[in-house]
């Protein structure tokens, strides 16, 4: 086999040393454009997993590495000249080029044709004559761009500007250091990687760089300014660079990594911000899964598709992770009103891996400081602290999310209804919500859909809210009122979602004749006024109900492309009235029913608004758009922001991952100081102390956790050995507060520990 490698960076140099090893027959050629001890870099950090990694496949690479390390478990955070520190971390480090020359004398004992200061031949050229190609030419891969075509990249440009230097001492901790400037706020990253030298990068929001001159600036004066900048952090010794430029960081995603026998590898395949030191870590390991891929499959090709089955899921979480630190950093100076220790712990909780239990495993006091500040009562973890809107007070900060099931007939829910929602109040949750429930028969979205319009409805409902506030005391039950709008008159979600009905379709309203699936849903009618004040006395009429038949909580749904949402939506939204045109016209409406449904509302009670943060889809509302529209409804009187996202229009890219619906409540949260309840994947117990500890939402609404277990929260408390007033057990179940024992746990214990430096027994003949 005879294998061209594009780039000679730690990924590539890796693969062709990895390759070799395990065929030494492989004829292996790497083409480096730059001198050897050329480096535009300085430290290098690894994970203890990627070195695991390096040892099992290469122990003499391992060992060389292991040698060269500098290690530490501790990270400061520095703002306003207090420190806070946290340990139990582990990282390792060394210099990019020292790393670069283990690689090269590890290739050249391996017999690597190294070719350095020459630009290698187009991958396309290449491939004619050779068996493989490994693209590891960086996120500037020439070999990318020229098959654009096939790879199909999407390079993102991001807000902040950062610059790469060093420092000839050695930090002794990963330094997080604020500096808030009359120009704006700047960041330094710093961490060792030998015993007198560290890695520093200055970072700032590109408007602070231009105001602050550095746009104007070359290397030298960035230099001695970035030391001046943060020169208690330098204890007054200067910086130096190579080659160091302002940058801003391009995100790398490409559709497909291989074309033909032309594979990318690291940067020129993906990149990850260098807040989360993924850089060298994510091309090392995609080294090792490429080498192992090519000695488990048959041929190439199948190598190269099982190579990026494997990486590709490992890769894209990690994206999302650096995207989340990411727009942390970009986003900082949101989180600079909040106490030092909170804020401390949003940095080292920012990309949702590191989250309140696993820091607990590694700093317990310092997750305990925390704690301390935030007035969580000893013992209690956050989500089981209490939360007052209004004249509510909910015993935790659970939510049971809205979910729509379908199994009303003509609107009044029945028995399910009442065990359904029963047993999530048993469960523990300090909110219950009801599914969206109609205000009008053509307000629903399928036939199965609970409602309020009329006296039965009230009954009903009555009933299930009545069963939960007696059987679990404490709890709280809120109500959803909405109007499907263009997605109505649909079969049930098992039957076809969002498909129209084969027959009995109740004519849809709208406020502008756009149907949701083009050639497929119903056209809806655009409402005129007649119909505007028609549908505001319904909702209003639903609320008198809610209120009678005892909801404590009452939320208007402006979410997920049903009516009001779409008045929001420029998507949905093409009315040239007054309903519609500029956002503030949009808002119009929904803030009508709102004002007509807040006045009928009992004043104690509170409440909330769903909306889509983002439509997900080009031209939609965005993310400014949402605190726009967060912000008028705070001002009318709404207690709380549900924020969700999205389900606007059919053609929507959700960025689906752990919590990704949460950075947008977070920032409604903490540019407006309005309480926000965060939905959106939130699976565990972990991630809501997380994200309540760290400021980011107050509430967090669960939705298929409550289907898979009824009693998540109660199960939590017991799980983290709780037993306080914020997940109170009904008393007949209390004898079920434990987690019962699985496996034997009656095994003899050892008796007998022989001391390593005692004579050791000899073994039987």
């Known amino acids: ?90 990282f390792a480090a060394l210099g990019r080029r020292r790393l670069l020359a283990l690689l090269h004398d590890r290739c050249r004992t391996l017999g690597v ?51 790469w230097l060093a420092a000839d001492f050695a930090f002794d901790a990963f330094r997080f250091e604020i500096a808030e400037t009359e120009r704006g706020v700047a960041q330094l990253h710093g961490y060792p990687y030998g015993p007198d ?12 760089w231009r105001r602050a001159g550095f746009d104007r600036c070359g290397e030298h004066a960035s230099v001695e300014r970035c030391a001046k900048l943060f020169a208690t952090a330098l204890d007054g010794r200067p910086l130096r660079g190579n080659h160091s430029q302002w940058t801003a960081f391009r995100t790398v995603v490409n559709d497909h990594w291989s074309h033909g026998n032309v594979v990318l590898l690291g940067d020129a395949a993906h990149t990850a911000h260098f807040s989360i030191g993924s850089g060298t870590k994510l091309a090392v390991e995609d080294a090792l899964a490429l080498a192992a891929c090519l000695t488990e ?117 029945g028995d399910f209804h009442l065990v359904h929602l029963g047993s999530r109040a ?7 919500m009801s599914e969206m429930v109609c205000v009008s028969p053509r307000g629903r979205i399928t036939p199965g859909c609970t409602g309020l319009y009329t006296p039965e409805h009230e009954a009903a409902w009555r009933r299930v809210v009545d069963f939960c506030h007696a059987q679990s005391p404490g709890v709280a039950v809120g109500v959803q009122l909405g109007h499907s709008g263009r997605k109505g008159s649909t079969r049930l979600m098992w039957e076809g979602i969002d498909d129209p009905l084969p027959s009995g379709n109740w004519p849809l309203a709208a406020p502008s004749s756009l149907p949701y699936r083009p050639g497929v849903s119903q056209i809806p009618q655009a409402l005129d006024a007649t119909g505007l004040a028609a549908i505001r006395e319904e909702f209003t009429a639903a609320a008198r109900r809610a209120a009678r038949a005892g909801f404590d909580l009452l939320e208007l749904h402006c979410a997920h492309g049903y009516l009001l949402s779409s008045f929001l939506s420029p998507l949905t939204n093409l009315r040239t009235d007054g309903y519609g045109g500029s956002l503030t016209a949009r808002l119009r409406y929904p803030l009508e029913v709102f004002d007509a449904v807040r006045a009928v509302w009992p004043e104690d009670r509170p409440m909330t608004v769903r909306i889509s943060a983002t439509d997900w889809a080009p031209g939609g509302t965005t993310a400014d758009d949402a605190v726009v529209v967060a912000a008028a409804f705070a ?45 959106g994947a939130i699976s565990s117990w972990d991630d809501v102390n997380s994200l309540v500890l760290a400021g980011r939402a107050d509430l967090c609404a669960l939705a298929r956790p409550h289907l898979y277990d009824p009693h998540w929260t109660l199960h939590a408390a017991a799980e983290q050995g709780y037993s306080g007033p914020g997940a109170p057990w009904p008393l007949p179940y209390r004898a079920g507060s434990r987690r019962p024992p699985t496996g034997r746990t009656d095994a003899p214990k050892p008796r007998l520990a022989l001391d390593a430096d005692l004579p050791q027994p000899r073994p039987f003949p």
């Open 113 to 163: 044709r190294l070719r350095f200061r020459a630009q290698a031949p187009p991958a396309a050229e290449l491939a004619r004559t050779h068996d493989l190609v490994i693209a590891a030419d960086g996120v500037h891969s020439a070999t990318r761009e020229a098959h654009a075509d096939v790879f199909r990249p999407h390079l993102t440009t991001h807000r902040c500007r950062y610059i």
């Open 1 to 90: 086999m005879r294998v061209a490698v594009v780039g000679g960076g730690p990924g590539g140099l890796y693969a062709a040393a990895l390759l070799k090893r395990l065929d030494p027959r492989r004829e292996i050629t790497v083409w480096e454009r730059n001198a050897p001890d050329d480096t535009f870099g300085f430290g290098v950090v690894l994970s203890d997993e990627t070195l695991g990694g390096i040892e099992h496949a290469d122990p003499v690479v391992y060992a060389a590495l292991r040698a060269e390390f500098v290690r530490w478990d501790t990270i400061d955070v520095v703002r306003g000249g207090q420190v806070l520190s946290s340990g139990g971390h582990g």
């Open 426 to 432: 048993l469960g523990g949750a300090g909110l219950v």
């Open 297 to 413: 499959q048959p041929t190439v090709p199948d190598a190269l598709a099982a190579y990026e089955a494997e990486r590709r899921p490992v890769v894209e979480s990690t994206q999302r992770a650096a995207a989340a630190s990411l727009r942390w950093f970009e986003d900082l100076a949101r989180y600079l009103p909040q106490p030092p220790s909170q804020f401390a712990f949003n940095l080292l909780t920012r990309s949702r891996r590191v989250t309140h239990g696993n820091l607990r495993l590694r700093d317990a006091a310092f997750v305990s400081a925390v704690e301390r500040e935030a007035a969580v009562a000893p013992g209690t973890p956050p989500m089981f602290t209490p939360f007052r809107l209004r004249g509510l007070t909910l015993r935790n900060r659970v939510v049971v999310s809205p979910m729509d099931m379908y199994s009303a007939v003509d609107g009044t829910p």
């Open 197 to 208: 030298a560290s890695t520093v990068i200055v970072e700032m929001r590109e408007d602070v």
């Open 635 to 679: 001002a009318r009187g709404a207690d709380a922001i549900d924020v969700s996202t999205g389900q606007v229009v059919p053609d929507e890219r959700p960025e689906y991952g752990r919590s990704y619906q949460t950075p947008f409540a977070d920032r409604i949260r903490n540019e407006l100081g309005v309480p926000v309840v965060a939905v």
